[in-house]
Nanobody
């Protein structure tokens, strides 16, 4: 099993920035994809961004140009730099770790963007 701990959420004004972090521990594989998903109140969880252990990134259209995902393979930690935040970015952000044998989720960190 893999344990994921997110941090960095908080309250910011529109146009501001936040940096989320997620550290993975436990039975991690060197070959994996880590990413971020978010869920706003009353809405389903949606994809935000992913990054493979090889560095390949994918972004949701809604965050392209504003968010940047990165990772530290030694620490097995993924980051999400969020710039030019909008009220519609408000959600609980969940970290995900996926390998050939595991698909784990963190408990989430709340991001609130005020207008």
């Amino acid at each position: 099993q893999v344990q994921l701990v997110e941090s960095g959420g908080g309250l910011v004004h529109a146009g501001g920035s936040l940096r989320l972090s997620c550290a993975a521990s436990g039975s991690t594989s060197r070959f994996n994809t880590m990413g971020w998903y978010r869920q706003a109140p009353g809405k389903p969880r949606e994809f935000v961004a992913t990054i493979s252990s090889g560095g390949t990134t994918n972004y949701a259209d809604s965050v392209k140009g504003r968010f940047t995902i990165s990772r530290d393979n030694i620490k097995t930690t993924v980051y999400l730099q969020m710039n030019t935040l909008k009220p519609e970015d408000t959600a609980v952000y969940y970290c995900n770790f996926k390998s050939y044998s595991l698909d784990s989720w963190g408990k989430g960190t709340l991001v609130t963007v005020s207008s």
